[in-house]
């Protein structure tokens, strides 16, 4: 991703002199059993894409199934934000995956693909072309699970490896994160409020195909 692609993420989670009211502790979302195009879904429930083309993802079987061929989308959310992590600290995510980019490699920036990538995006840091504080839960290709990896476009984007094709028989992973201690993990402090969530799937830096099915995305009360 160059900066300027990655910049388009920003509007997410701009900033604000006087931000709104926080939002009742928790967030969620969980997709339609309807067949659908997820440019249909995104419209309807306040999801956008910040870059790429979602018009390959699709609603089915109630989850949001992805797909890149050499190729990057994000798509992101506000509605529903902000919230305090401190009231609701845990983040569960239960998705599978079904392509990654053989190549992927988070450290590097010439290789920094994921078949699935869960931005948490919080209200710090940032600036003209650099993103807030964002941690990035990853099936990584290729990075130990669990240790934390720094970008090397933006030193406050972190992505956390949370699983990856080693042992991997195809069946949905369910994760659980303490989004609190992830934070202080990754920047020596406590946490902001979440201003927004993210989705990415991509190849675009190793020229090869990634699909996902993402079941629900959840922020949790203690």
Known sequence: MRPARLARLLPLAALLTAGPALAAPGWSVTF???ATP???WM???GWEEQRGDADRWRLADGALHTLQDDDSTTIGTKR???IDPNAAPRLKLRFKVTAWPKKGDLRRKDTEDAALRVF???DRGGGLISPPDTLGYAFAS???VGRIVTSQRFDNVKFIPVAGP???DGGWIEVERDLVADYKAAFGK???RIQAIGIKSDTNNTDGRAAAVVDSIRILPR
Do not use: C, M, Q, S
């Open 80 to 82: 529903g934000f902000p």
């Open 166 to 168: 080693a042992g991997y």
């Open 32 to 34: 339609d059993g309807r």
């Open 190 to 192: 406590a946490p902001p």
């Open 120 to 122: 948490v995006i919080f």
């Open 38 to 40: 997820a440019l249909k």
């Open 142 to 144: 290729t990075n130990p």
């Open 43 to 45: 419209e309807a429930n």
